[in-house]
């Protein structure tokens, strides 16, 4: 069946300029995981959710970062004022249940100038 | 705080020979352990997962893992490597007490040497 996917699968953008990346879980997962891998690193933890809300969005670097999922699907991650410092490769994830394994999507990787 | 560490950022191994990843990690909670490799341009793929039960773990393309909680590990091996598993390997722990939020250690390239 269809994967996690996720679009733009890149995307160039002005510093200051407002972008949104989009994700597409597996369909029935519950459970949606957004990540920040920078160059070198492995992921970073931004915000989970159960359903339609937000879980826990700890992971979250400030409040230039917002992220929804309004009908339990299809989730939008947005970052406002964008600076060189966001750019990574944006990982998206789902789960069956909270408890499940995660399966990732191919990532959108953000270059922000 | 939860962390994971992968002491080896490379390690180069010739066709046919063994390998071991190192996986070491510190939690306050009863972990879930994993196993993801991802290629250059490629998102993560899960290689193997140890949630209870058997410590030693099988996943796909030859690998196992064993989780030891006395030392905090949870080493990847293969015993013959194949230069289709040149990849960036990533060690990463969760647990339902976090919300299952994914700690990962900061990746193990593999070159696999002919």
């Known amino acids: 069946g269809a994967g996690v996917s996720q679009t733009p699968s890149n995307k160039v953008t002005e510093k200051g300029k407002y972008v949104e990346l989009r994700c597409d879980p597996i369909s029935g997962h519950t459970a949606l995981y957004w990540y920040r891998q920078s160059l070198g690193q492995g992921p970073e933890f931004l915000i989970y959710f159960q359903g339609t809300g937000a879980a826990d969005d700890s992971g979250l670097p400030n409040d230039r970062f917002f992220a929804v999922r309004p009908e339990g699907s299809v989730s939008t991650l947005k970052i406002q004022r964008t600076e060189r410092g966001d750019s990574a490769v944006y990982l998206c994830a789902s789960s069956l249940r909270q408890q499940d394994t995660q399966y990732f999507g191919p990532g959108t990787r953000l270059t922000v100038l | 705080a939860q962390s994971v560490t992968q002491p080896d950022i490379h390690i180069t191994v010739s066709e046919g020979a063994s390998l071991e990843l190192r996986c070491n990690y510190s939690y306050g909670a009863t972990p879930y352990l994993f196993w993801y490799v991802q290629s250059p341009g490629q998102g993560l793929q899960l290689l193997l997962k140890y949630f209870s039960g058997d410590t030693l773990v099988q996943g796909i393309k030859g690998f196992e893992a064993e989780f030891k909680r006395s030392q905090s590990s949870f080493n990847l091996r293969k015993p013959s490597v194949h230069w289709s598993d040149a990849a960036e390997y990533f060690c990463?722990?969760?647990?339902?007490?976090?919300?299952?939020?994914?700690?990962f250690g900061a990746g193990t390239i593999l070159r696999v040497k002919s």
């Open positions: 990463a722990v969760g647990a339902q007490e976090y919300g299952n939020k994914l700690v």
